[in-house]
């Protein structure tokens, strides 16, 4: 004869497998980290100042709300969207030479030339301009939310269905 499994369920006693430990659900994947709104409130500093000019170093940049500084070339400073065109995440990290989507792994070069797919196209620039100390932004609020990210069937979907 099989042993037969019993448990306490409830203070009762109950004949059978005993029931599951329940199982914690699955951690959700963080999203990708969005960087924070554009403000700069030093004192005289214009309105419309996204960064100080000392801030963005010479082959490099800065990420400021929905704007990527860069300064490829000293004193030269580019403007350029941070939503990727591959699948529209935020870029997020400027490093090696690059602005790096964490999502599928594109860089773009500073002026915001493709350097690595999967992403095919530049980034959209952004109206900067230099006013004394500061990179100011032209048309568009630097501050304004940044779109959520497209799903991964707009990789094979034309635009406009499906939500892509
Ligand atoms: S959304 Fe940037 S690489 Fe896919």
Same mark, same amino acid.
């Given at each position: 004869m099989a042993a037969r499994q019993v448990s306490v369920r409830d203070g009762q006693l109950i004949a059978g497998? *005993? +029931?599951a430990p329940p199982v914690a659900p699955a951690a959700e994947e963080a999203p990708p980290a969005v960087p924070a709104p554009a403000t700069v409130t030093e004192p $005289?500093? +214009?309105?419309?100042?996204?960064?100080?000019?000392? =801030?963005?170093?010479v082959g490099g940049g800065v990420i400021v709300g929905n704007t990527v500084v860069t300064? +490829?070339? *000293?004193g030269s400073f580019v403007g350029l969207s941070v939503v990727c065109t591959h699948l529209g995440c935020a870029v997020n990290d400027i490093s090696g030479g690059t602005i790096n &989507?964490? &999502?599928?792994?594109s860089k773009f070069n500073? =002026?915001?030339?493709? *350097?690595? $797919?999967?992403?095919t196209r530049s980034l959209d620039g952004r109206e900067v301009s230099v006013q004394g100390d500061w990179v100011v932004s032209g *048309?568009?609020? +630097?501050?304004a939310p940044i779109p959520p990210p497209k799903p991964w069937w707009c990789e094979i979907i034309p635009p406009g269905c499906l939500g892509c």
């Open positions: 497998p *005993a +029931p $005289g500093a +214009p309105d419309n100042a996204i960064a100080r000019t000392s =801030d963005v170093p300064q +490829p070339n *000293a &989507c964490p &999502c599928h792994g500073l =002026d915001g030339s493709v *350097a690595a $797919g999967p992403a *048309a568009g609020d +630097p501050s």
